[in-house]
């Protein structure tokens, strides 16, 4: 009998590691997944908010669920982490690559930005999805299929406008896109692509998604002068990111991959 759409969305009996999972979008990436069904393996180096991510997922869906700290930058952790997933669940199924990182130095201007702060950000926006990639391949080949999700940024895909930053602040701090940033959303983007087609004979899928600007407490002044910038006239609420996320995870999307889902509100179609 040929599955229905709806059956396409299910992922009962899935299993989705998420890292990145006590950020802004980790949890509702965890949400969605759980929603359709899937059980959770959530790592971040916020272990308490991880583990709290954890809890509330569990006691709204049903939907069995394991937190892990772990610096995800960490090659010895990223190991670990796999390894214990694996022994609670047995499989994993999904990787949703969500970790990023604003250390010390982050919004500094170019000309004076360090060395190391560089290195933080690329390390855990990029090299740490190599580092969970890597360390998933083996499995997902035993298991003959797998699913990478890699989480990019618009300023991947365009430049920042910095009129936009004029009086903003996130958090009480001025802010800005910084180059860092820009680097490695770009690079999270050309991974994905080489992803998608050295392991398509492999059964695994690899896609991105690219969200626009996406509501987390900014100032009225960023929110006003980014919103102008959207086709849509406004910023997007977290739970939108959601269906993406289920879509790419599940069969719904099974001829999908090497795409970057773009979710700006038509910023980027201008």
């Given at each position: 009998m040929t599955a229905t759409l709806r059956d396409r969305f299910d992922l009962t009996g899935k299993v989705a590691m998420i890292t990145g999972a006590a950020n802004i979008l980790g949890p509702e990436f965890g949400a969605g997944l759980a929603e359709f069904g899937a059980d959770l393996v959530l790592v971040d180096v916020n272990g308490e908010g991880c583990e709290r991510v954890a809890r509330d997922i569990a006691a709204e869906y049903g939907t069995k669920t394991l937190s892990i700290e772990a610096d995800v930058g960490d090659e010895t952790a990223?190991?670990?982490?796999?390894?214990?997933?694996?022994?609670?669940?047995?499989?994993?199924?999904?990787?949703?690559?969500?970790?990023?990182?604003?250390?010390?130095?982050?919004?500094?201007?170019?000309?004076?930005?360090?060395?190391?702060?560089?290195?933080?950000?690329?390390?855990?926006?990029?090299?740490?999805m190599f580092l969970c990639t890597k360390h998933l391949l083996r499995h997902f080949e035993e298991r003959g299929h797998g699913i990478i999700i890699n989480i990019a940024s618009i300023y991947g895909v365009v430049g920042p406008d910095p009129r936009v930053?004029?009086?903003?602040?996130?958090?009480?701090?001025?802010?800005?896109?910084?180059?860092?940033?820009?680097?490695?959303?770009?690079?999270?983007?050309?991974?994905?692509?080489?992803l998608a087609t050295t392991l398509a004979t492999r059964n695994i899928r690899a896609n991105c998604v690219t969200p626009g600007g996406v509501f987390s407490g900014q100032?009225?002044?960023?929110?006003?002068?980014?919103?102008?910038?959207?086709?849509?006239?406004?910023?997007a609420d977290r739970e939108e990111l959601r269906g993406a996320i289920v879509f790419l995870a599940s069969d719904a999307s099974s001829y999908i991959t090497g795409h970057n889902l773009v979710i700006d509100g038509g910023l980027t179609a201008w």
């Amino acid at each position: 009998m040929t599955a229905t759409l709806r059956d396409r969305f299910d992922l009962t009996g899935k299993v989705a590691m998420i890292t990145g999972a006590a950020n802004i979008l980790g949890p509702e990436f965890g949400a969605g997944l759980a929603e359709f069904g899937a059980d959770l393996v959530l790592v971040d180096v916020n272990g308490e908010g991880c583990e709290r991510v954890a809890r509330d997922i569990a006691a709204e869906y049903g939907t069995k669920t394991l937190s892990i700290e772990a610096d995800v930058g960490d090659e010895t952790a990223v190991t670990s982490a796999v390894q214990r997933a694996i022994d609670r669940f047995g499989g994993l199924d999904i990787l949703v690559n969500a970790a990023a990182t604003k250390p010390a130095g982050y919004f500094d201007a170019l000309e004076e930005y360090s060395a190391e702060t560089w290195d933080r950000v690329m390390a855990i926006n990029l090299s740490a999805m190599f580092l969970c990639t890597k360390h998933l391949l083996r499995h997902f080949e035993e298991r003959g299929h797998g699913i990478i999700i890699n989480i990019a940024s618009i300023y991947g895909v365009v430049g920042p406008d910095p009129r936009v930053y004029a009086g903003s602040s996130y958090e009480g701090q001025e802010i800005n896109t910084p180059a860092a940033y820009a680097a490695s959303k770009a690079g999270v983007i050309g991974f994905t692509r080489y992803l998608a087609t050295t392991l398509a004979t492999r059964n695994i899928r690899a896609n991105c998604v690219t969200p626009g600007g996406v509501f987390s407490g900014q100032n009225d002044a960023f929110v006003k002068a980014y919103s102008e910038r959207v086709p849509l006239g406004r910023m997007a609420d977290r739970e939108e990111l959601r269906g993406a996320i289920v879509f790419l995870a599940s069969d719904a999307s099974s001829y999908i991959t090497g795409h970057n889902l773009v979710i700006d509100g038509g910023l980027t179609a201008w």
